[in-house]
Nanobody, 122 residues
Framework: QVQLVESGGGLVQPGGSLRLSCAAS????????MAWYRQAPGKQRELVAV???????NYPDSVEGRFTISRDNAENMVYLQMNSLKPEDTAAYYC????????????????WGRGTQVTVSS
């Protein structure tokens, strides 16, 4: 099991940037694939970025070129850099871990954080 705690959310204007952080505890972190999901009110949870244990990444078209996921295995951290933010990016953002760390898809989350809220509004 990996325990996950997200931080870095907040209110940002359209076109702005935010960096979300996910602090992980547990010795298996470096072997896990990690992902960021988001969920807006009344909508299904959506996968927005995945990174394998080896550092390969994948994004849906909705965030490709604007969001970047990265990880620091020495510090047990995962990040989501979000640029050119749009009002439709408003959601609660969740960090998740998949112990099958070698693959980008399917991403099968086993562990979840509690989320951090991102609001994009002028």
């Amino acid at each position: 099991q990996v325990q996950l705690v997200e931080s870095g959310g907040g209110l940002v204007q359209p076109g702005g940037s935010l960096r979300l952080s996910c602090a992980a505890s547990g010795r298996s972190f470096s072997r896990c694939a990690m992902a960021w999901y988001r969920q807006a009110p009344g909508k299904q949870r959506e996968l927005v970025a995945v990174i394998t244990a080896g550092g390969r990444t994948n994004y849906p078209d909705s965030v490709e070129g604007r969001f970047t996921i990265s990880r620091d295995n020495a510090e047990n951290m995962v990040y989501l850099q979000m640029n050119s933010l749009k009002p439709e990016d408003t959601a609660a953002y969740y960090c998740a871990a998949d112990p099958q760390g070698w693959r980008l898809e399917p991403f099968t989350p086993r562990d979840w954080g509690r989320g951090t809220q991102v609001t994009v509004s002028s």
